[in-house]
C-alpha cells in the first residue's frame, strides 16, 4: 500500500513518556488507541513497563494535543506518519499494541515495518472478514449509542452537549477509518508472534472469533480472554495481566 506524508504540523507520535537520559532505549512500542480516544488513554498499561522501552502513542486529529484540528483522515496518512515520524527516528526493535480500532491500525503498521517490527498485541477486535458492529452506525444518533453501550466514556462527556457533540464528530471519523483499515484485512499476513485480548462480556466484539486472529500470522498466536466489557483491560482487575503480556511481547 502506497503512503503519503502528513501535512499536519502536530506529531502524530509524540512520547508518551519521558525517556530517563541515563537509560539508553533498548525497544520501541507504538501504541494505538480505540475510537474516539487518544493514545494516553492507554498509559496506565505503559506506565508500568521498563525505563528501556520507548513508548510511541498515535495521535489522531481532533483529541489530546490535537483536539484543535478537524477530525477525520485517511489509512494512508497514518501509515504515511509511520514512515515519516517512525522510521525517520533512530532503529529500534518494534512492538505494536492496539485496542479495537488501534488493533486494525497496529496489525496495518506491523505489516508496513516488516523485519522493524518482532511481536504485535492486538485488543478489543475481530479478526478477517467478521462483521463490526461499529461498521453499522450511520447516524450521530448510532454513534452515542455506540458511546454508551461500549462504556469507557465519562459521564460527563455524555452530559456535556458540547463535548459529546465533538467526541461523537472524532467516533464518526474514526469509524470510517476503521472501514478503510478492514477493507481486504483478511489478506493481511505477519511474521511475529501475535498476542490476541479480548473480553468475555464485551458488547461491541464477540470473543468467540478471537482464534481466527491465527490466521494473521505465520508465527505463535496466544489468545486470552478476560472477565470484562469493551475495556476491560483497562479494569484493575486485569490491567496487571495485559502488562505482562505487553512485557512477554517486548521480549520476543
Same mark, same amino acid.
Given at each position: 500500500m502506497s503512503t503519503v506524508k502528513s501535512s499536519s504540523t502536530a506529531p502524530w507520535w509524540p512520547l508518551l513518556r519521558l525517556q530517563g537520559a541515563a537509560v539508553a532505549p533498548r525497544v520501541r512500542l507504538l501504541v494505538f488507541p480505540h475510537s474516539g480516544a487518544g493514545p494516553n488513554t492507554l498509559f496506565p498499561l505503559v506506565e508500568p513497563l521498563p525505563d528501556d522501552v520507548e513508548v510511541l502513542g498515535l495521535s489522531l486529529p481532533g483529541r489530546e494535543r490535537r483536539f484543535g484540528e478537524t477530525p477525520g483522515c485517511r489509512l494512508d496518512e497514518v501509515l504515511g506518519s509511520v514512515t515519516d515520524e517512525v522510521l525517520g527516528r533512530d532503529p529500534l526493535p518494534t512492538v505494536v499494541f492496539g485496542h479495537s480500532l488501534g488493533a486494525l491500525l497496529a496489525t496495518?503498521?506491523?505489516?508496513? &515495518?516488516?523485519?522493524?517490527?518482532?511481536?504485535?498485541?492486538?485488543?478489543?477486535q475481530v479478526p478477517g472478514r467478521t462483521r463490526r458492529r461499529a461498521h453499522a452506525t450511520s447516524s450521530e444518533e448510532d454513534a452515542v449509542r455506540l458511546l454508551r453501550d461500549g462504556g469507557g466514556t465519562p459521564e460527563w462527556v455524555m452530559q456535556d452537549p458540547d463535548m459529546l457533540a465533538h467526541v461523537t464528530r472524532v467516533l464518526r471519523a474514526d469509524i470510517d477509518l476503521s472501514r478503510e483499515a478492514a477493507v481486504g484485512f483478511e489478506d493481511i499476513r505477519l511474521d511475529v508472534p501475535l498476542h490476541v485480548l479480548g473480553g468475555? $462480556?464485551?458488547? &461491541?466484539?464477540?470473543?468467540?472469533? &478471537?482464534?481466527?486472529? $491465527?490466521?494473521h500470522t505465520t508465527g505463535p498466536c496466544r489468545v486470552r480472554r478476560f472477565d470484562g466489557d469493551h475495556f476491560f483491560l483497562l479494569a484493575d482487575a486485569h490491567r496487571a495481566a495485559v502488562v505482562d503480556t505487553l512485557r512477554e511481547a517486548l521480549a520476543h
Open positions: 496495518r503498521t506491523a505489516h508496513l &515495518l516488516g523485519p522493524h517490527c518482532r511481536a504485535a498485541v492486538v485488543s478489543g468475555t $462480556a464485551d458488547p &461491541l466484539v464477540p470473543h468467540e472469533p &478471537l482464534d481466527g486472529w $491465527a490466521d
